[in-house]
């Protein structure tokens, strides 16, 4: 899982891309330089490409091309639904939203992400989220041990999230159906990412 960050001086989470996501394609697509940086949060597999060549592949396949063009779309769905939420919406609601996200990506109901990055995420203090985690700890929503997030009842912890969450939803949902796959090529424009 990844997330972009909104700027030098100030960190914090604008949107997720998951397992089926694409980082910096609109840039590559367009030849420019990408407009915000990416970090990865949650270690995992991945893929990168040079410019070129995913230029070469949107040229030869319009349906990635159009998937790439629709990802990017929800994307900045998610980023604009984001900056919404953490003008209207409580910080007990957001760390709720943003864990039922992490786990629409990862697919689990245990969220391998520490209170500091959570905090960086929200652009709260860490004492902030660990008042809110114990809460919702003590309420039986999660449990927390180092480095991850236990869910322990999706029903309440939908409850205590904000309408963010379902409207961004669409963002895993869109890559539900089926996917085009182009192999890997063996080449120094193509490497494994971990």
Known sequence: ???????????????????????????????????????VQIAGEGWRMSAPAFRDILDGHPSIRKHAARFHSAVMAQAQQTALCHAAHSVEARICRWLLDVQDRIGGSSVPLTQATLAQLLSVRRTTVTLVVGRL??????????????????????????????????????????????????SADSQAVY
């Open 1 to 39: 899982m990844m997330t972009m960050p909104v700027g030098e001086d100030h960190w914090g989470g604008v949107g997720l891309i998951g397992r089926d996501g694409l980082v910096g394609g609109v840039a590559a697509e367009a030849s420019a330089l990408a407009s915000c940086d990416a970090e």
């Open 137 to 186: 700890e003590a309420a039986g929503v999660v449990k927390c041990r180092r480095g991850y997030v236990q869910i322990l009842s999706q029903q309440e912890l939908e409850r205590c999230a904000c309408e963010c969450h379902g409207q961004v939803k669409h963002v895993a949902e869109l890559f539900a159906r089926p996917r085009v796959v182009i192999p890997p090529r063996e």
